[in-house]
């Protein structure tokens, strides 16, 4: 039986739920809230997506998918350094973007642990490519230089989220540049 079919467009109230769960956090988002921000009835909310929590894990999926094209597109970059101040950059731009809540739903929300780690382990292999390619020092601890760099995009969100400016994000990605090791060809 293949049921009636639904009545909105499903992307488009899957974004709806990104955009609430990203402004809300999951555990203050309540079902009256999800369904007013998608335009749904409950019923409609619970027949195409399940409960709250299925929702909110096709809507995390979703929204880290789009996380990491942005990016495997800065890790394309000539060298380590280049890639990280694009990331940097763009977390900049993207958690102050007036056309999003700001921050990051990726980075505030305490249900997120695996895909930060996985963006963690992303960033290490951008810096660990870039220890053999020779744009970091052969010494360069790039777990824990991964490590601080995602601490310093959840950070960057946090500071969003309490009213920071592009100005004042793009100074926190400047700051933090700073601290990575200067290619070979520069020390001594």
């Not at 990203?22 to 921000?37: D, P």
Request: charged content about 25%; overall charge negative; hydrophobic content about 40%.
């Amino acid at each position: 039986m293949a049921g009636r079919p639904l009545g909105f467009d499903r992307d488009t109230a899957l974004a709806a739920a990104i955009e609430q769960f990203w402004r809300t956090g999951f555990a203050e988002t309540t079902i009256s809230m999800l369904t007013k921000a998608m335009g749904v009835t409950p019923p409609s909310l619970y027949a195409a997506f399940g409960d709250k929590n299925r929702l909110f894990e096709e809507a995390a999926q979703n929204y880290f998918q789009r996380t990491c094209e942005a990016l495997d597109r800065f890790a394309g970059e000539r060298t380590a350094r280049e890639a990280i101040a694009q990331m940097l950059n763009g977390t900049a731009r993207a958690h102050t973007d007036t056309q999003t809540p700001p921050g990051c739903l990726m980075l505030s929300e305490p249900r997120l642990t695996k895909q930060r780690e996985d963006l963690r382990r992303r960033i290490r292999d951008r810096l660990d490519r870039g220890v053999r390619e020779g744009d970091l020092p052969p010494d360069t601890s790039t777990d824990q230089l991964a490590t601080f760099l995602v601490a310093v995009m959840r950070g960057m969100s946090g500071s969003a989220r309490d009213g920071g400016t592009v100005d004042e994000l793009l100074a926190i990605a400047a700051t933090a540049m700073a601290a990575l090791p200067a290619p070979p060809d520069c020390e001594g």
